[in-house]
Nanobody, 121 residues
Framework: VQLQASGGGLVQAGDSLRLSCAAS????????MGWFRQAPGKEREFVAA????????YYADSVKGRFTISRDNAKNTMYLQMNSLKPEDTAVYYC???????????????WGQGTQVTVSS
């Protein structure tokens, strides 16, 4: 699976952004998908994950209630709707995939390139 993230940008605190992750390959619907982020000088961290059919979702406590992960298997695309953005959400956001959603949260198999999200105060 090849993954391509897009949708990042520069916004102000309180604004919204929607990230997309387009996947190639016919087996997209068999993978759990997720988002991670890495801020300058910090380790990459888990943000959100969604099961292969969208039936299960998980979020980091820091984004719960503000971010929503979703997927459209017909379009081979995953999304991350980010609302009420804060300066501490500034990071490079990566999409990732693994066959198992539990493993995905720790050690994804596939990674996309990152997309920069910058939130100004």
């Amino acid at each position: 699976v090849q993954l391509q993230a897009s949708g990042g940008g520069l916004v102000q605190a309180g604004d919204s952004l929607r990230l997309s992750c387009a996947a190639s390959g016919r087996t997209f619907s068999s993978y759990s998908m997720g988002w991670f982020r890495q801020a300058p000088g910090k380790e990459r961290e888990f943000v959100a994950a969604i099961s292969w059919n969208g039936g299960s979702t998980y979020y980091a406590d820091s984004v719960k209630g503000r971010f929503t992960i979703s997927r459209d298997n017909a379009k081979n695309t995953m999304y991350l709707q980010m609302n009420s953005l804060k300066p501490e959400d500034t990071a490079v956001y990566y999409c990732a995939a693994h066959g198992n959603i539990v493993v995905l949260r720790q050690s994804p198999t596939y990674w996309g390139q990152g997309t920069q999200v910058t939130v100004s105060s």
